[in-house]
């Protein structure tokens, strides 16, 4: 089915272990998208991507690393895990940059012990 | 940071009864745009307004925007259970470029049957 999945839904893992979460998303849209969701703060912006092989940083980045290899992947990698990174993580992808909706997927919860 | 305050922060209410999400800003946005969350899913768009003073309609939903851009209200008559979720609102800069949107807190209702 046409859309973006995320995966794992759910993740625990350990301090300063690294940990990678998926995005897929089978509608060719140029722009991708990480958010994370925490209590009080809203969606922040992790990374983006404009195409294969462009990323750049969102508001609250360090820690994290993208990559876009393939126009449909997006991977987001907690390079060595703290606490303050257990959160609700949200991939959205965009078929334009302006004024355009977000298509989101239904998020992975990520808890760091 | 720039910040988007929605409120009220939660809200119960029974069906039937008709309530407003306020979301404000001392910031004037390009556009802005109002989601719905529902428990282990993203966000969904609602709707889209960008020129000041506008008013849209979705169904029992009312949308508008600010004269001066800088705050937005969503209304819904006669609520229905259905309508229970997390509503954020996100205002763009820029152009209304995605990359520079930024999410309210939310505001998280209950319509009780």
């Known amino acids: 089915d046409a859309g973006i999945t995320q995966s794992p839904r759910y993740k625990i893992t350990e301090t300063g272990r690294q940990v990678t979460l998926m995005c897929h998303q089978t509608?060719?849209?140029?722009?991708m998208f990480w958010y994370r969701q925490d209590l009080g703060h809203g969606l922040r912006l992790i990374y983006y991507s404009a195409a294969a092989d462009i990323t750049d940083k969102g508001e609250v980045s360090d820690g994290y690393v993208v990559s876009r290899s393939k126009t449909e992947n997006f991977p987001l990698t907690l390079e060595s895990a703290t606490r303050s990174q257990t959160s609700v993580y949200f991939c959205?992808?965009?078929?334009?940059?302006?004024?355009?909706?977000?298509?989101f997927g239904n998020g992975t919860r990520l808890t760091v012990t | 940071t720039q910040l988007l305050e929605q409120s009220p922060q939660f809200l119960s209410i029974q069906e039937g009864e008709n309530l407003t999400v306020y979301c404000n800003s001392s910031s004037v946005f390009s556009s802005l745009q109002w989601y719905r969350q529902e428990p282990g899913e993203g966000p969904v768009l609602l709707v889209t307004v960008v020129t000041g003073g506008e008013v849209k309609k979705l169904k029992r939903l009312t949308f508008q925007f600010g004269d001066a851009r800088k705050d937005s209200s969503l209304h819904i008559t006669a609520a229905q259970p259905g309508d229970t979720g997390l509503y954020l609102c996100?205002?763009?800069?820029?152009?209304?470029?995605?990359?520079?949107?930024?999410f309210g807190t939310g505001t998280l209702l209950a319509v009780q049957p």
């Open positions: 959205a992808s965009s078929e334009s940059f302006n004024n355009s909706p977000l298509h």
């Open positions: 509608w060719s849209h140029s722009y």
């Open positions: 996100a205002g763009a800069h820029a152009g209304g470029a995605t990359n520079k949107l930024i």
